[in-house]
């Protein structure tokens, strides 16, 4: 498994033939926002008083939470706030132990996902997992399980003063600009997502699919991705 941007620029001089193949993360491979879980975790209980922190943020959540925009500047914000006062490496090993505990709990993962991801990597495809979560997350879920034959794209973080934020993103059009740098060459064959911040990767993919949509995100979708989009329900 290769990890992060700069393996993918390293692999890619061997991989220019094969036929590029997209996977979202949360919601297509797993069925969970994981990180909102993680952050919902550290904000309960003793850690609760860190909700404080975000109290001017607090009575516009419900206005955010349903767009595109208002749930990357959610994302960022919370990132900080859980973080405050805590050191990057501590941060880093309460990620990956809530995310192997995640990875283990029964039914999480989507199977039809899982065995579509390993019928592109047995049939020679360049698969690519890329996620607008932690890459600590990602690969700690992704670890717990055996798969092989991937790439992973995602959200890079760092400490600072304030605790940990986002250096890189990878959310919305920032998607379509990583795998670029990368040197991932378009066209891409197939992309699977669940939501319509990935519009810009979807539709510069051949093949848009979109896991396990709601009727609304459906109809949206279909009117910016015309004939190229297949809606698909995974369990």
Do not use: C
């Amino acid at each position: 498994m290769n990890q992060g941007i700069d393996a993918a620029v390293v692999d890619d001089t061997a991989a220019d033939a094969r036929r590029v193949v997209l996977f979202d993360f949360d919601g297509v491979i797993v069925r969970h926002q994981t990180l909102e879980l993680f952050f919902r975790e550290r904000l309960s209980g003793a850690g609760r008083w860190r909700m404080l922190l975000a109290l001017p943020l607090l009575p516009f959540i419900p206005l955010l939470i349903g767009t595109v925009a208002g749930n990357r500047l959610l994302g960022r914000v919370f990132l900080r706030v859980v973080t405050f006062g805590r050191r990057e490496a501590t941060y880093r090993r309460q990620v990956a132990a809530y995310a192997r505990t995640y990875a283990r709990r029964p039914g999480v993962f989507l199977r039809d996902a899982v065995a579509t991801l390993r019928r592109h990597v047995d049939a020679g495809d360049r698969v690519i997992v890329i996620s607008g979560n932690d890459l600590t997350m990602v690969e700690a879920i992704l670890d717990e399980v055996s798969l092989t034959g991937y790439e992973l794209i995602a959200s890079q973080t760092r400490g600072g003063l304030f605790g940990v934020h986002f250096t890189r993103h990878n959310v919305d059009g920032v998607k379509v600009t990583t795998l670029d740098r990368a040197g991932v060459s378009r066209p891409w064959v197939i992309a699977y997502s669940d939501s319509l911040s990935d519009l810009p990767m979807l539709r510069a993919a051949e093949a848009a699919k979109l896991v396990n949509p709601s009727p609304k995100v459906a109809k949206k979708a279909a009117r910016v991705l015309g004939d190229k989009l297949e809606v698909l329900y995974w369990y």
